[in-house]
């Protein structure tokens, strides 16, 4: 079954979704690459106010492409989720609740989503273009320098996404691999 989820995202709604959950996301959602949070926890470091409000808001990891005539958003796949796992903490604390990207994450973001109720969402690669459809509107809001890494306030309706890990640490990967090597083992018996 598919869930339906829209922003702002809850700590509620995010304790309802678990680890496998095929998601559709609408609303607000904003888009930040490793770049953009190194400038962000600078400004956070800095006692200076950050471009978003991170309280219950969801970024997606991903540096479009130009955006074609006739449409809001190019082609958007994930970018690897590892290399904004020296921020993502940083970003959960301050409220942030859903991250959108691929591939695994490291120990401390996962104890921080358990800690500050998050939620890491897996996205299609090679399904950018896929993925830009579901863009309704885009606006740059911080980092015009950065380009494609420049965050923007997306509004999104039927993102598709799937739960990886849930905000009691319930990692589809490793899940995943379990169930693999458990049939393995049948398997051969």
Same mark, same amino acid.
């Given at each position: 079954?598919?869930?339906?989820?829209?922003?702002?995202?809850?700590?509620?709604?995010?304790? %309802?979704?678990?680890?496998?959950?095929?998601?559709?996301?609408?609303?607000?959602?904003?888009?930040?690459?490793?770049? $953009?949070?190194?400038?962000?926890?600078? %400004?956070?470091?800095?006692?200076?106010?950050?471009?978003?409000?991170?309280?219950? $808001?969801?970024?997606?990891?991903?540096?479009?492409?130009?955006?074609?005539?006739?449409?809001?958003?190019?082609?958007?796949?994930?970018?690897?989720?590892?290399?904004? #796992?020296?921020?993502?903490?940083?970003?959960?604390?301050?409220?942030?609740?859903?991250?959108?990207?691929?591939?695994?994450?490291? #120990?401390?973001?996962?104890?921080?989503?358990?800690?500050?109720?998050?939620?890491?969402?897996? /996205?299609?690669?090679?399904?950018?273009?896929?993925?830009?459809?579901?863009?309704?509107?885009?606006?740059?809001? /911080?980092?015009?320098?950065?380009?494609?890494? $420049?965050?923007?306030?997306?509004?999104?309706?039927?993102?598709?996404?799937?739960?990886?890990?849930?905000?009691?640490?319930?990692?589809?990967?490793?899940?995943?691999?379990?169930?693999?090597?458990?049939?393995?083992?049948?398997?051969? $018996?």
């Amino acid at each position: 079954m598919i869930k339906r989820i829209t922003t702002p995202l809850t700590p509620e709604k995010v304790r %309802a979704l678990r680890a496998g959950d095929q998601v559709l996301i609408s609303g607000t959602i904003y888009t930040g690459r490793d770049a $953009a949070h190194r400038r962000l926890c600078e %400004a956070v470091e800095a006692n200076q106010p950050l471009p978003f409000d991170p309280q219950d $808001a969801i970024i997606y990891y991903v540096g479009p492409t130009p955006t074609p005539p006739g449409k809001v958003f190019g082609s958007g796949g994930p970018t690897t989720s590892g290399r904004m #796992d020296a921020y993502a903490p940083t970003m959960l604390s301050l409220g942030l609740r859903g991250m959108i990207g691929k591939g695994y994450r490291n #120990d401390a973001v996962k104890e921080a989503m358990k800690k500050y109720q998050g939620i890491y969402f897996g /996205a299609i690669g090679g399904a950018g273009a896929v993925i830009g459809n579901a863009v309704q509107s885009c606006e740059i809001i /911080a980092y015009e320098d950065l380009g494609p890494e $420049a965050i923007r306030r997306l509004e999104v309706k039927d993102f598709p996404a799937v739960v990886v890990i849930d905000c009691e640490g319930n990692d589809l990967y490793e899940m995943g691999r379990h169930q693999y090597l458990e049939n393995c083992k049948e398997n051969a $018996a």
